[in-house]
């Protein structure tokens, strides 16, 4: 049993002083933390402290706190907790971090308790607790109620100031891992990335129909700030032309711009010269997404989302793990949201195998993990691959074996040059920005020639603000919808109209819509579907505001 004379003084003084419950209605911890206004998330954070606090003494390591809200608006913010081995806080605390959140300014220390004499915490440990935030105007002042609630259970902040989502994720794990994973500093991280992909590269940088000019969105968020210490480590190899970088404050985060606007509006962001055939790419405003895309001569704006991301990088991997010799277990997951056609030619052309999980990259991971190799993406282009730990030690066995040919070692060396490119830890729009340009420049290919792997089957992405999204329930991976009863029967009937058609709709967990999703034959058609679809669901599930519109 722990010594748990903890005094609970400050927690009360600052809760009922400094951080007072405003806000009357529940909060939840969603598809990735809280988010919400800014003004309305000083409690929250002051208590995600509080929590993180306990959670690394339970843990016995430190963890994360990262203050964002990635894809959302600019008056959003939110705040999501790191594991020590660097992923998402697990799913159990999830449910600690709703009671934390919701409990009365007066049974704060009531919950607290709770915890602590439930999972046995021992309260005298010195934790670090590792803060960053991203560029959004809101984010300094919430840190500083997050710090509060740190300092008010004694733990240490250690603030790493405006960072990636990602990046946080590097340095909890590299400190968790006494440096073993890399240096948990900014300079640690854009070494070691930007060292494996010179290695990668060699001396051509380019190659075949291959050029290392890119344009890059950086969304006039954080991405448009750390793009620049990479294109310093980088020199010649890569031309990174950097776009949509502006103040912070100026209201432009993700406005008409980031991967998000891209991928949902399938159109070309502003604030990047359009230029024909030529490789873009857009991160989102945390820079945990990537998006690829070019115009063509018509001025189409042709979309590599994160089902191409994961399909160039899975077939890569394989090819190059074939060529070790060595037998490997290799999968790929995906949300409801992949493409039809992307699913069809991983089965069917690739032989990988494909699982299904819900929307949250948190899902994704866990699922991944089962294989040696696991790939995963989510269509929005948030994704990272994960390597056994087992899967690494049999690479590192095989360089001494001495049966095996030179080519074999080369290849070896190589994926292991690889898995130092990728953030294992989380979705990483830089390092998969990276990796995506490795294997192109590999394979001499233009992103025309990436293109022409597949066909995307048209889709359209829309939102249904409804009264309460709750009300919505999925099971089959989000694939079909339980709750307003009735509602999936009508999708169903609606579908079965179209040619090629698959829709679905879920309530979303980062923002208060739901969120309708269509594929058909022809683009006009998956229009047609998702704006049906949407329209029951706006009729179904008490729809409030102007009624979906294409
Ligand atoms: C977060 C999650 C993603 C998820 C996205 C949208 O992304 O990390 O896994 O796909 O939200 O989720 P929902 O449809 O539930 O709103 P980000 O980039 O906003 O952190």
Redesign the pocket.
């Known amino acids: 049993m722990a010594n748990n004379h903890f005094n609970y003084k400050t927690v009360y003084a600052f809760a009922r002083e400094m951080h007072p419950k405003t806000e009357k209605f529940d909060v939840q911890y969603?598809?990735?933390g809280f988010r919400a206004k800014a003004s309305t998330l000083g409690y929250v954070m002051y208590r995600m402290g509080l929590l993180a606090v306990l959670r690394a003494r339970y843990k016995k390591g430190c963890v994360g706190v990262m203050i964002?809200?990635?894809?959302?608006p600019e008056p959003d913010n939110g705040v999501k907790l790191i594991d020590p081995c660097g992923e998402m806080l697990e799913q159990s605390w999830e449910l600690w971090a709703t009671k934390f959140a919701n409990v009365a300014d007066d049974e704060l220390v009531d919950v607290i308790h709770e915890i602590v004499s439930k999972l046995d915490i021992e309260m005298t440990q010195r934790v670090e607790i590792l803060v960053g935030k991203d560029t959004r105007p809101s984010s300094p002042s919430l840190a500083k109620a997050l710090c509060d609630g740190i300092l008010a259970l004694s733990g240490k902040p250690i603030d790493y100031g405006i960072v990636t989502?990602p990046q946080l994720h590097y340095f909890v794990y590299c400190k968790n891992s006494k440096h073993e994973y890399g240096i948990p500093t900014e300079e640690g991280y854009y070494t070691k990335l930007s060292n494996a992909f010179k290695k990668l590269r060699g001396e051509s940088f380019n190659n075949g129909n291959y050029f290392n000019k890119i344009l890059f969105d950086g969304a006039n968020g954080v991405g448009a700030k750390k793009i620049k210490y990479f294109q310093e480590c980088l020199g010649d190899s890569l031309k990174i032309e950097m776009y949509n970088d502006e103040l912070i404050g100026t209201g432009k985060l993700n406005f008409m711009c980031g991967a998000?606007y891209v991928k949902v509006k399938q159109t070309f962001p502003n604030g990047v010269p359009q230029i024909t055939e030529q490789r873009c790419c857009s991160v989102?405003?945390?820079a945990?997404?990537l998006i690829y895309y070019y115009l063509d001569e018509n001025k189409k704006c042709h979309l590599l989302d994160g089902d191409r991301i994961a399909i160039l990088i899975a077939e890569y991997l394989k090819e190059m793990v074939e060529s070790t010799g060595l037998e490997v277990d290799l999968g790929l997951v995906q949300?409801a949201y992949a493409n039809g056609a992307s699913t069809d030619y991983i089965t069917q052309k690739l032989k990988v195998p494909v699982s299904f999980a819900c929307?949250?990259?948190?899902y994704?991971h866990h699922e991944a993990q089962k294989f040696e190799i696991g790939v995963y993406f989510?269509a929005?282009g948030?994704g990272t691959i994960v390597f056994k730990k087992e899967f690494k030690e049999k690479l590192k066995l095989a360089l001494e074996n001495t049966s095996l040919s030179n080519e074999q070692h080369g290849a070896i060396k190589k994926v292991l040059t690889i898995i130092d490119l990728i953030n294992e830890t989380v979705?990483d729009a830089i390092s998969d920005m990276l990796l995506v340009e490795t294997i192109l420049h590999s394979k001499g290919w233009s992103i025309q020639d990436w293109e022409k792997k597949y066909t995307d089957l048209p889709n359209r992405l829309m939102k249904v603000s409804v009264k309460d999204r709750t009300q919505i329930t999925t099971t089959n991976s989000e694939r079909t919808c339980i709750k307003p009863d009735g509602l999936q029967d009508e999708i169903d009937t609606i579908v079965a109209r179209y040619k090629a058609g698959r829709s679905f709709v879920?309530?979303?967990?980062?923002?208060d819509l739901v969120?309708v999703y269509a594929e058909a034959i022809s683009q006009e058609e998956a229009d047609q579907l998702s704006l049906e679809v949407a329209l029951k669901v706006y009729d179904m599930a008490d729809g409030i505001g102007p009624k979906p519109s294409l």
Request: net charge negative.
């Open positions: 969603g598809t990735a964002t809200a990635s894809h959302n989502t998000d989102d405003g945390d945990d997404r949300t929307t949250g990259i948190k994704l989510e929005n948030h979705g879920r309530p979303s967990g980062t923002e969120r």
